[in-house]
């Protein structure tokens, strides 16, 4: 570990260089490139420094304790030292997880959908709940979330909805609620006060850019229709809304959200992008899970994942098998700590595997 550590500072003092001259400066793609290289480094630096130190006060603590002569400063020197040996441990296990390498899609935006699933009209409203908490934990984190199109429930909630969300390390957190949310509870329409089950699905896309996905606009049917969301009364009577047609995959995608004809257009491209990508990543990564035996880091969204049930104000996630009941807190927003969990879990997994930088 020691050795990696070592080869890591030094291309630390190499980009630290790079970062301040001009060419790079001047060149906004390969300073944003070496910039976010400088920023990951200098986290494992940071604390490859504390843990040289700590080695250090380790080593002069020992040396205390097998020459002094004074009874009461070797007791001192014991209790140090049974104070520092475990804060070793620790820092070591986190540089481990440092060491193991990111998924280079984690800090990429993303494209989130949210589609009432089994239970009709239940199910749309579950989908409407699940959306806002999801804007509740975008707005814990400071991230920034914009609709772009979006099917009303008859009865209330979302048929489907999707959204862009833009800030640090977004698909990095929210990768991990891609599957099915199944919700125990009455339903709002059921009269005689019994138990539904139903279901919302959740898609998470890292935005793809136009490097990563060529799209032929040959191969693309583009149809104009007009918006039924809320925008102001041109909104209905203008043909802003778009549909685009891949021909190739069969996938349609609709933005209605913008006034502007063409920025519907320049959003839905972008949302197709993006479900193209996710085609290219899950070939990718259905190769590396069929290696694993847990589906943390599948992000299939067919996998059930989590289920809310409210009589017992219950929220468990069947991935880690992990239970808590404050279900309020966590319909406004409190997912912080599922994502945290799964995370540890997927990292435990890969250092198993002998995944490090």
């Known amino acids: 570990m020691i050795d990696k550590l070592e080869a890591i500072k030094e291309r630390f003092e190499e980009v630290s260089?790079?970062?301040?001259?001009?060419?790079?400066?001047?060149?906004?793609?390969?300073?944003?490139?070496?910039s976010k290289e400088y920023k990951d480094l200098g986290k494992i630096v940071e604390q490859y420094a504390l843990y040289l130190k700590l080695q250090k006060d380790i080593a002069g603590t020992k040396e205390l304790i097998s020459t002094e002569k004074d009874e009461e400063l070797r007791e001192m020197a014991k209790e140090e030292l049974d104070d520092?040996?475990?804060?070793?441990?620790?820092?070591?296990?986190?540089?481990?997880?440092?060491?193991i390498p990111k998924d280079p899609n984690d800090s990429r935006n993303i494209i989130l959908e949210v589609r009432g699933g089994?239970?009709?009209?239940?199910?749309?409203?579950?989908?409407?709940?699940?959306?806002?908490?999801?804007q509740r934990f975008f707005e814990k984190?400071?991230?920034?979330?914009?609709?772009?199109?979006?099917?009303?429930?008859?009865?209330?909630?979302?048929?489907?909805?999707?959204?862009?969300?833009?800030?640090?390390?977004?698909?990095?957190?929210?990768k991990f609620e891609s599957?099915?949310?199944?919700?125990q509870r009455v339903p709002q329409t059921e009269s005689q006060g019994r138990i539904h089950t139903s279901a919302a699905s959740v898609a998470v896309l890292p935005e793809a850019?136009?490097?990563?996905?060529?799209?032929?606009?040959?191969?693309?049917?583009?149809?104009?229709?007009?918006?039924?969301g809320a925008g102001g009364q041109s909104v209905n009577t203008t043909y802003s809304a778009v549909r685009l047609t891949h021909i190739p995959s069969g996938l349609v995608v609709s933005c209605q959200d913008e006034r502007s004809q063409l920025k519907n257009k320049d959003r839905a491209l972008s949302v197709l992008r993006s479900r193209l990508y996710e085609i290219k990543l899950k070939e990718h990564n259905d190769a590396i899970s069929?290696?694993?035996?847990?589906?943390?880091?599948?992000?299939?969204?067919?996998?059930?994942?989590?289920?809310?049930?409210?009589?017992?104000?219950?929220?468990?996630?069947?991935?880690?098998?992990?239970?808590?009941?404050?279900?309020?807190a966590v319909m406004e927003g409190d997912i912080g700590e599922f994502i945290e969990r799964l995370r540890i879990a997927e990292n435990a997994e890969?250092?198993?595997?002998?995944?490090?930088?």
């Open 84 to 99: 520092l040996t475990p804060k070793l441990e620790q820092l070591e296990q986190a540089i481990k997880e440092l060491l």
């Open 290 to 328: 069929s290696q694993r035996k847990s589906m943390v880091g599948s992000g299939d969204r067919s996998d059930k994942i989590r289920t809310y049930n409210y009589p017992q104000s219950r929220i468990t996630d069947h991935r880690i098998g992990y239970t808590v009941y404050n279900l309020p």
């Open 179 to 183: 599957g099915v949310h199944r919700v």
């Open 118 to 134: 089994t239970g009709g009209d239940e199910a749309a409203i579950f989908a409407g709940d699940m959306f806002r908490m999801y």
């Open 350 to 357: 890969r250092m198993q595997e002998g995944e490090t930088v």
């Open 17 to 34: 260089q790079q970062i301040i001259q001009p060419e790079i400066v001047s060149d906004s793609a390969r300073y944003s490139k070496i």
């Open 209 to 228: 850019e136009e490097v990563d996905v060529q799209i032929n606009m040959n191969d693309v049917r583009v149809d104009t229709f007009q918006s039924s």
């Open 141 to 174: 984190m400071g991230w920034r979330s914009s609709i772009m199109d979006f099917t009303e429930g008859t009865n209330g909630g979302y048929k489907e909805i999707i959204c862009k969300v833009e800030g640090e390390d977004v698909y990095g957190k929210m």
